[in-house]
């Protein structure tokens, strides 16, 4: 099983930046993505960014620029930056794991509780 523990939610005024957190335990294969997906008020979740164990990163349109994803591999931990906040960014944060035990196998996925952002105006 795998824990993912989200951290660094919070309050912030527009223009502001936040950081968030998310450390991993338990059975994680090496060939591995974290990210960090966020869900507001009556929307879907979505993709904010990814990074894979190779350090390949992917981020949604509304984050290039803004987002910076990264992660520390020996402390199995995934990094957001968030810098330039928008009230459109209020959302709960979810930290995301994929991990796989070899390329032929199958994708286990598991999320963290989430951490609230709310970006004032």
């Known amino acids: 099983q795998v824990q993912l523990v989200e951290s660094g939610g919070g309050l912030v005024q527009a223009g502001g930046s936040l950081r968030l957190s998310c450390a991993a335990s338990?059975?994680?294969?090496?060939?591995?993505?974290m990210g960090w997906y966020r869900q507001a008020p009556g929307k879907q979740r979505e993709l904010v960014a990814t990074i894979t164990s190779g350090d390949m990163t992917n981020y949604a349109d509304s984050a290039k620029g803004r987002f910076t994803i990264s992660r520390d591999n020996a402390k199995n931990t995934v990094y957001l930056q968030m810098n330039s906040l928008k009230p459109e960014d209020t959302a709960v944060y979810y930290c995301?794991?994929?991990?796989?035990?070899?390329?032929?196998?199958?994708?286990?996925?598991?999320w963290g509780q989430g951490t609230q952002v709310t970006v004032s105006s």
């Open positions: 338990g059975s994680i294969f090496s060939i591995n993505a």
């Open positions: 995301n794991l994929k991990t796989r035990r070899n390329n032929r196998g199958s994708w286990t996925e598991y």
